[in-house]
């Protein structure tokens, strides 16, 4: 990756960190997740509001390293407005994207491209891939049981 690459990311993981999206809360929640890092400390609790399968609204609020509040930002500024088939999409794309697979970066995925550089420090990987493991087991857990308790995930049992 070029230095002028690598500078644009970082700008990017830098300004969703200082200013993170999906921040205010929800006054009522349809799907609500919480997920842990404990490689690096990590907390991310993530609430949505669902209408007919889309993801109306969402709020993020995580507590820990750039990266992991950075990508927590960029998963409430992708997903929101989007179908439930939209974001399971999208969290594989960027799960593979992180483990080092090569794959296409769809255009509609707005930033989620800067977090490609995060392959380059695999200690850090499990930090971006927090948001998307905590959504998608909030996503499995509303689909399989709407009233049940909130589902708790770990980066530690995350391959």
């Known amino acids: 990756m070029s230095s002028s690459l690598d500078d644009m990311y970082r ?3 830098l300004d969703h960190y200082r200013a993170p999206r999906g921040s205010k809360p929800l006054p009522m929640a349809d799907i609500h997740s919480d997920g842990h890092n404990p490689s690096c400390g990590d907390d991310i609790e993530v609430n949505i509001q669902v209408e007919d399968d889309i993801l109306k609204d969402i709020h993020v609020n995580c507590k820990g390293c750039a990266i992991s509040v950075a990508s927590g930002s960029m998963l409430a500024e992708t997903v929101k407005g989007k179908t439930f088939v939209e974001v399971q999409r999208i969290a594989e794309v960027v799960k593979a994207m992180l483990k080092g697979d090569e794959v296409e970066i769809p255009d509609d995925l707005g930033d989620l491209d800067a977090l490609k550089g995060v392959r380059q420090f695999p200690v850090r990987i499990k930090c971006a891939l927090l948001a998307w ?4 087991e909030g996503l499995k857990h509303y689909a399989d049981d709407p009233k049940g308790a909130k589902p708790s995930v770990s980066t530690e049992k995350e391959d």
Request: glycine share 0%.
């Open 11 to 13: 700008d990017i993981i």
């Open 133 to 136: 493991v905590t959504l998608i």
